[in-house]
C-alpha cells in the first residue's frame, strides 16, 4: 500500500508556480471504487491520505475509506484530520476555560504550560452575546452594544487574554456578524496550503450550523466543545464511516418562491426519510441552478434535518460566490485548478456517483412555507397557516398543540396600556435574525423590497411588536443602504438592532411587563415569527408559546399583519393609505425587482474593505483590556472560573467506578433538546442559578443569559435541565391532567429543583441516571449539556436514541450513553422513578457497541434485568471513557511527551 500513497504525490501548476498535493485521481487509478465515491468521501479520503503517519492514521484507513461500499457495514472508524476550527463565543468561551485550565495543570506539573496550544488555525466570533433590549430606533444598534459590553467585558477581557496567550487563537470581535456566515465571507479559503502543499479547507465548529459552510464545498460540521478541542490540540476526528444519501433536486424555483420556503420542504422531507446521522449530498440540474447562497441556506438546516452535513460539491457558482466576496483572482485560480485536478469541480449528474440512498426533490413543487410552532421540521404551507394555528390551538399536547379551549381562540384581552389588547395568535416578536436567511442576499433584498412597498402603500407595523434586523455581517447593512432598502425597513420597526445572533438563539430581549402579565395571566399563546432555524419551546422567549420560522420577507409580512392565524392568500395585511385593503400578493417583490438590486450584495471592494480590520470603529472592544501572561490568573468572576474538571488530575487514569444503587434523577419523553438540558436565554431569581447569583451580589438585571455565562459552572450547573419548558415525568400530573414543567424532580416524595436533588444524592454518595425517550439531545452542539450532566453526578443516560453529537459529547465527559434494546422503553418497562439502578458491567473493560445489563431493582423487592446498547461507538471512544473523558485523554498525551 505505501507504493499506492507514494504514486499520489502528484504537482500542479496554477499563476505559475508549481505545488505539490496529494491525488485522488492517482489513488483511483490502483483503487478504482474511488472514482464512484460520493464527493464528500473523496474529501475525507484525501485528509486521510494526507495525514498517514503509521501510528493514528495508517494505510488500512484509506484502504478501508477508499473502498467505502454505498450499501455497506458501517464498522469503521475514520480518523478525520481538519484544517481548522471555528468557534462561537458561548461555546468558545468555556472551551478557552478549559485550555487555561490545562495551562495551569502542566504549570504545576512543571512542565512548559506552551505545549497546551492548539496544533490547528482556531477563529472565535463573538456572535451570541448582543441582546435586543432596544430595538425600532435608529439608537438601537449602539443601545444593545453598549449593553452587550457592559454586561460582558469580563468574558471579553478573558477572550482578550486568549489571543495573546495562543499563537493560533484569533477572535473576530463583537459587532462584525455571524460566526457562519464570517465563516463564507472571510475566513473559508477554498484550499490551504502548508508550505507548497496544497489540500481542502476542512473544518469543525462549536456550532451545529457549521454545516453552512457545506453549501461551498466544504467538509466540515458541527462538534462539542470538547471534540473541537481535541481537533485543536492534534487529535483526528473519529467518526463511524457513514451512510451517504444523495438527494436530486431537478426543475427550477418558481418566481416568488424563497431558499427559505425550499429548506423547509427539504427539512420536513428529510426528517421523514430519516437522515440522521448521516452525510447529505445533493447531486442533478436543480442543485446545478442555486446560487452558492442559496446551497448555503440548505447546508445550514442540516442539524434540523438531522444529518452530518448537507453538501453540495463546488462548480463555477461556488468561484462566482468567491470573487463576488472578495478573494482574489489568484486564490479563485488555484482552487479551480485544484479540485479540476482532483476530479471534483461540478455537481454530478443522477449515476455519476453510488450512493447509499437516492431521493430526488423537484424545485417546481416548492410553495410559501413556514415551520412551527414548536419544531423546524413541522412545516406549514402559507395558505394554511390559519386553519393550522386555529387547529394547534385546542389540540392536545401530544399532537403538538396547545390543549386550549377553542372558545378562547377569539377572545381579546386588556394589558394595561393604552390601546393595545392581546390576543391568541397575536405576533409579539417578528426578527430578522439568523445565520440561515441573513447569509443570503436574495432574501434579505426581499424583505427590503417588501418592505419599501408596504411603506408606499401606508402599512405600518402595531407598536407592541417587537420588530428587529440583525444582519449576519456588516456587508448586509451596507447593501441595503446602498439599494435604498435599509430606510423602508426601519420605517417598519426593522431597525438595525445588531450584527449577531439574536433571537434565533434566545437573544430576544424581554417583552414590556404588561405583556407578560397579560400571557401569564391569561395562558395566552402569543406568536413569534423568526427567519431562524431553530423554534423549541421557551428557546425564543420563555413566554411566547408559538414560535414559526419563515423567509425575510414573511417574517416582515406578519409583523405586519400583526397574527399568526391569518390566511394571507385571501385576508387583507391592512389597509392602505387610499383606504383599501392591501394584499399580500399586491406587495410581493417580483423576481426581476430581486434581480435589478442583487449586484448591490456582489461588489468585492465592500467585503475586502470591511474585512480588513475588525476593530475599525469599534472602540468598545478597543477599551477592553486585555490581561497578559501564558497561564491565566483566575480573577474572582461570576462569568469566568477555574473548571472543576481537571480537580484531582493524575498522570495515569483512575478505575471506573461500577454503577451500583443508582437512583433517576429524571425521565424524559421523547425529542429532548439540548435547549432542554442547557438552556441559554434568561432566567429568574426563583431558579438555582437566579439565587447563586443573588447570593454574590449580582442584581435581576445583570444576570444576563445562561449562555452568556457558559464560562462559569457554577452557574452551569445550576441551569442544567432548569428549561422552563421540560417536562419530568417523574413528577405526577395535576389534577386536571396537565404537567408540571421546568426543572424539577421528586427527592424522598418531595417536588424539589433537579440541582437540589442531584446536590443531595452527591452528598449521600449515590450515583444518578436519566432516563429518556427518542432523539435524545437533539439540538445545537452544547457543550453544556453533556458537562452539566456529569456535574450533576449523572453516570448513565439511557434512552431510546441519541442525536449525534449530545451522544458523542457524554462520551467525551465520561459518561454513558446507553440505549434500550427492541422496543424496550422506561414506559414499557412500567418505571415509577422510585426504583434503584445497577449496571454491573459500566466498570469494563468495554468493547464499541457491546450489550450491557440494566438492572432493576422495584419498591415491591422484584428484580428485572434488561439489556441495553451501549452507545460508546468506537475504540477511541472507549479510551475517552477509560481516561474520563476527552480532556483528561488529550492532556495525559500532552503531559507524557
Same mark, same amino acid.
Given at each position: 500500500m505505501?507504493d499506492v500513497?507514494d ?7 496554477s499563476d505559475g508556480?508549481?505545488?505539490r498535493?496529494?491525488?485522488?485521481p492517482?489513488?483511483a487509478?490502483?483503487l /478504482?471504487?474511488?472514482a ?8 475525507v479520503?484525501?485528509?486521510v491520505?494526507?495525514n498517514?503517519d503509521?501510528t493514528r ?6 484502504r ?10 458501517r ?9 481548522r476550527?471555528v ?23 512543571g ?6 496550544e492548539p496544533?490547528v488555525p482556531?477563529d472565535?466570533?463573538?456572535d451570541h452575546?448582543v441582546?435586543?433590549?432596544h430595538?425600532g430606533?435608529?439608537e438601537?444598534?449602539?443601545e ?23 499563537d ?7 459587532g462584525?456578524g455571524?460566526?457562519h456566515q ?5 475566513l473559508?479559503t477554498?484550499?490551504?496550503a502548508?508550505?507548497?502543499?496544497l489540500?481542502?479547507?476542512?473544518l ?5 450550523h ?9 467538509v466540515?460540521?458541527g ?5 473541537a478541542?481535541?481537533?485543536?490540540l492534534g487529535? /483526528?476526528v ?8 444523495g438527494?436530486e433536486?431537478?426543475g427550477?424555483?418558481?418566481s416568488?418562491?424563497?431558499?427559505t420556503?425550499?429548506?423547509?420542504v ?5 426528517r421523514?426519510e430519516?437522515v440522521v446521522?448521516t452525510?447529505?449530498?445533493f ?8 446560487t ?5 441556506t ?5 442539524p434540523?434535518?438531522? &444529518?452530518?452535513m448537507g453538501?453540495f460539491?463546488?462548480?463555477?457558482n461556488?468561484?462566482t460566490?468567491m470573487r463576488?466576496?472578495?478573494?482574489s483572482?489568484e486564490?479563485?485560480a488555484?482552487f479551480?485548478?485544484y ?5 471534483l ?5 443522477k449515476g455519476?456517483v453510488d ?7 423537484d424545485?417546481?413543487s416548492i410553495?410559501p ?25 385546542s389540540a392536545?399536547?401530544s399532537?403538538?398543540g396547545f390543549n386550549?379551549?377553542?372558545?378562547a381562540?377569539?377572545?381579546?384581552y386588556?394589558t ?12 409579539l ?7 440561515t436567511?441573513t447569509?443570503n442576499p436574495a432574501?434579505?433584498?426581499?424583505a427590503g423590497l ?7 402603500r401606508g402599512?405600518?407595523v402595531?407598536?407592541h411588536?417587537k420588530t428587529?434586523?440583525a444582519?449576519?455581517?456588516r456587508?448586509v447593512?451596507?447593501y441595503l443602504?446602498?439599494a435604498?432598502l435599509?430606510e423602508?425597513?426601519a420605517?417598519?420597526g426593522?431597525a438595525l ?6 433571537t434565533?438563539i ?11 402579565e397579560?400571557i401569564s395571566?391569561h395562558?395566552?399563546v402569543?406568536a413569534?415569527v423568526?427567519s431562524?432555524?431553530r ?5 425564543i422567549?420563555p413566554n411566547i408559546r ?6 425575510p420577507?414573511?417574517?416582515?409580512a406578519f409583523?405586519?399583519?400583526g397574527?399568526?392565524?391569518i ?5 387583507p395585511l391592512?389597509t392602505g ?7 399580500? &400578493? ?6 426581476d425587482e430581486?434581480?435589478a438590486?442583487?449586484?448591490?450584495a ?5 467585503f475586502r474593505?470591511?474585512y ?8 468598545l ?5 486585555a490581561p497578559?501572561g501564558?497561564?491565566?490568573q ?5 462569568y469566568i472560573?477555574?473548571p ?7 498522570i495515569?487514569?483512575g478505575?471506573i467506578? &461500577?454503577i ?5 434523577l429524571l425521565?424524559l ?10 438552556p ?10 437566579g ?16 449562555g ?11 441551569g442544567?435541565?432548569?428549561?422552563v ?8 400530573p395535576?389534577s386536571d ?7 424539577f424532580?421528586l427527592l424522598?416524595?418531595k417536588?424539589?429543583?433537579i ?5 443531595t444524592?452527591q452528598?449521600?454518595g ?10 435524545y439531545?437533539?439540538?445545537s452542539?452544547?457543550?453544556?449539556a453533556a458537562?452539566g450532566t456529569l456535574?450533576l ?8 436514541s ?13 459518561v ?6 427492541g422496543?424496550?422503553s422506561?414506559?414499557s418497562?412500567e418505571?415509577r ?5 445497577d ?9 464499541p ?6 438492572v ?7 428484580k428485572d ?5 451501549c452507545?460508546?461507538?468506537t475504540?477511541i471512544?472507549?479510551?475517552y471513557?477509560r ?15
Amino acid at each position: 500500500m505505501d507504493d499506492v500513497i507514494d504514486c499520489t504525490r502528484s504537482l500542479i501548476t496554477s499563476d505559475g508556480k508549481q505545488l505539490r498535493y496529494c491525488s485522488l485521481p492517482a489513488l483511483a487509478d490502483r483503487l /478504482p471504487n474511488v472514482a464512484r465515491l460520493p464527493v464528500s468521501i473523496r474529501i475525507v479520503l484525501e485528509s486521510v491520505l494526507r495525514n498517514v503517519d503509521g501510528t493514528r492514521i495508517t494505510t488500512d484507513h484509506v484502504r478501508q475509506l477508499a473502498n467505502w461500499q454505498a450499501r455497506g457495514v458501517r464498522d469503521s472508524e475514520i480518523p478525520f484530520v481538519v484544517a481548522r476550527v471555528v468557534l462561537q463565543d458561548f461555546t468558545g468561551v468555556p472551551l478557552l476555560c478549559d485550555l487555561a485550565a490545562m495551562r495551569n495543570v502542566a504549570s504545576d506539573a512543571g512542565r512548559d504550560p506552551k505545549l497546551i496550544e492548539p496544533m490547528v488555525p482556531v477563529d472565535l466570533v463573538v456572535d451570541h452575546s448582543v441582546q435586543v433590549d432596544h430595538y425600532g430606533t435608529p439608537e438601537a444598534l449602539r443601545e444593545n452594544m453598549e449593553i452587550e459590553f457592559q454586561r460582558n467585558r469580563e468574558r471579553y477581557e478573558f477572550l482578550k487574554w486568549g489571543m495573546q496567550a495562543f499563537d493560533t487563537f484569533k477572535v473576530v470581535p463583537p459587532g462584525s456578524g455571524i460566526v457562519h456566515q464570517i465563516n463564507l465571507e472571510h475566513l473559508f479559503t477554498g484550499v490551504r496550503a502548508d508550505g507548497d502543499l496544497l489540500y481542502p479547507d476542512t473544518l469543525v465548529g462549536t456550532d451545529s450550523h457549521t454545516t453552512m459552510i457545506n453549501g461551498i464545498g466544504v467538509v466540515g460540521w458541527g462538534v462539542g466543545g470538547i471534540e473541537a478541542e481535541a481537533a485543536m490540540l492534534g487529535q /483526528p476526528v473519529y467518526f463511524l464511516t457513514p451512510d451517504v444519501v444523495g438527494v436530486e433536486l431537478t426543475g427550477r424555483l418558481a418566481s416568488g418562491i424563497t431558499a427559505t420556503d425550499l429548506v423547509l420542504v427539504i427539512t420536513e422531507m428529510l426528517r421523514r426519510e430519516k437522515v440522521v446521522g448521516t452525510f447529505v449530498e445533493f447531486f442533478g440540474e436543480g442543485a446545478a441552478s442555486l446560487t452558492a447562497t442559496d446551497r448555503a441556506t440548505i447546508a445550514n438546516m442540516a442539524p434540523e434535518y438531522g &444529518a452530518t452535513m448537507g453538501f453540495f460539491p463546488v462548480d463555477a457558482n461556488t468561484v462566482t460566490y468567491m470573487r463576488n466576496t472578495g478573494r482574489s483572482e489568484e486564490t479563485c485560480a488555484t482552487f479551480e485548478a485544484y479540485f479540476r485536478a482532483q476530479k471534483l469541480f461540478g455537481i454530478p449528474v443522477k449515476g455519476d456517483v453510488d450512493y447509499s440512498r437516492e431521493l430526488t426533490l423537484d424545485l417546481g413543487s416548492i410553495v410559501p412555507s413556514l415551520a412551527g410552532p414548536k419544531r423546524p421540521q413541522d412545516r406549514v404551507a402559507l395558505s394554511s397557516m390559519k386553519s393550522t394555528f386555529d387547529a394547534l390551538f385546542s389540540a392536545p399536547a401530544s399532537r403538538n398543540g396547545f390543549n386550549q379551549s377553542p372558545e378562547a381562540l377569539a377572545r381579546r384581552y386588556e394589558t394595561g396600556l393604552d390601546n393595545i389588547d392581546l390576543g391568541n395568535g397575536d405576533v409579539l416578536i417578528a426578527a430578522i435574525t439568523s445565520c440561515t436567511n441573513t447569509s443570503n442576499p436574495a432574501v434579505m433584498l426581499a424583505a427590503g423590497l417588501l418592505a419599501k412597498n408596504a411603506v408606499a402603500r401606508g402599512l405600518r407595523v402595531k407598536p407592541h411588536i417587537k420588530t428587529s434586523l440583525a444582519p449576519g455581517s456588516r456587508v448586509v447593512s451596507e447593501y441595503l443602504d446602498k439599494a435604498g432598502l435599509l430606510e423602508p425597513l426601519a420605517k417598519l420597526g426593522f431597525a438595525l438592532a445588531g450584527y449577531g445572533c439574536t433571537t434565533c438563539i434566545g437573544n430576544s430581549g424581554d417583552l414590556a411587563a404588561e405583556f407578560n402579565e397579560a400571557i401569564s395571566k391569561h395562558e395566552l399563546v402569543a406568536a413569534a415569527v423568526l427567519s431562524g432555524n431553530r423554534n423549541f419551546e421557551a428557546r425564543i422567549h420563555p413566554n411566547i408559546r408559538a414560535n414559526f420560522l419563515a423567509s425575510p420577507p414573511l417574517v416582515v409580512a406578519f409583523a405586519i399583519a400583526g397574527r399568526v392565524n391569518i390566511d394571507l392568500d385571501s385576508e387583507p395585511l391592512g389597509t392602505g393609505n387610499d383606504g383599501k385593503p392591501v394584499f399580500l &400578493a399586491d406587495i410581493w417583490p417580483h423576481s426581476d425587482e430581486i434581480d435589478a438590486v442583487l449586484p448591490f450584495a456582489a461588489d468585492p471592494q465592500t467585503f475586502r474593505r470591511l474585512y480588513s480590520d475588525f476593530t475599525s470603529d469599534n472602540t468598545l472592544w478597543d477599551s477592553i483590556a486585555a490581561p497578559d501572561g501564558e497561564v491565566y490568573q483566575w480573577p474572582r468572576s461570576t462569568y469566568i472560573a477555574r473548571p472543576p474538571f481537571f480537580d484531582g488530575f493524575s498522570i495515569e487514569p483512575g478505575p471506573i467506578a &461500577a454503577i451500583e444503587g443508582a437512583r433517576a434523577l429524571l425521565m424524559l419523553g421523547d425529542s429532548v433538546t439540548t435547549d432542554h438540558i442547557s438552556p441559554a436565554g434568561s432566567f429568574s431569581e426563583q431558579t438555582p442559578a437566579g439565587e447563586w447569583l443573588t447570593g454574590k451580589g449580582v442584581e435581576r438585571r445583570d444576570f444576563n443569559s445562561y449562555g452568556s455565562r457558559r464560562g462559569n459552572h457554577a452557574v452551569m450547573v445550576r441551569g442544567t435541565f432548569a428549561n422552563v419548558r421540560i417536562k419530568n415525568l417523574m413528577l405526577p400530573p395535576r389534577s386536571d391532567g396537565s404537567r408540571i414543567e421546568g426543572g424539577f424532580t421528586l427527592l424522598d416524595g418531595k417536588c424539589v429543583s433537579i440541582f437540589e436533588a442531584a446536590s443531595t444524592y452527591q452528598q449521600r454518595g449515590t450515583p444518578t441516571v436519566i432516563l429518556a425517550g427518542e432523539e435524545y439531545g437533539t439540538g445545537s452542539s452544547r457543550d453544556w449539556a453533556a458537562k452539566g450532566t456529569l456535574l450533576l453526578g449523572v453516570r448513565a443516560v439511557v434512552a431510546r436514541s441519541f442525536e449525534r453529537i449530545h451522544r458523542s459529547n457524554l462520551v467525551g465527559m465520561g459518561v454513558l450513553p446507553l440505549q434500550f434494546r427492541g422496543e424496550d422503553s422506561w414506559q414499557s418497562l412500567e418505571l415509577r422513578g422510585d426504583e434503584h439502578f445497577d449496571i454491573p458491567d459500566a466498570d469494563g473493560p468495554l468493547q464499541p457497541r457491546q450489550d450491557l445489563s440494566l438492572v432493576i431493582r422495584r419498591s415491591d423487592g422484584s428484580k428485572d434485568t434488561v439489556p441495553v446498547l451501549c452507545r460508546i461507538d468506537t475504540p477511541i471512544e472507549i479510551e475517552y471513557y477509560r481516561h474520563g473523558g476527552i480532556l483528561p485523554y488529550v492532556l495525559r498525551g500532552l503531559l507524557q511527551k
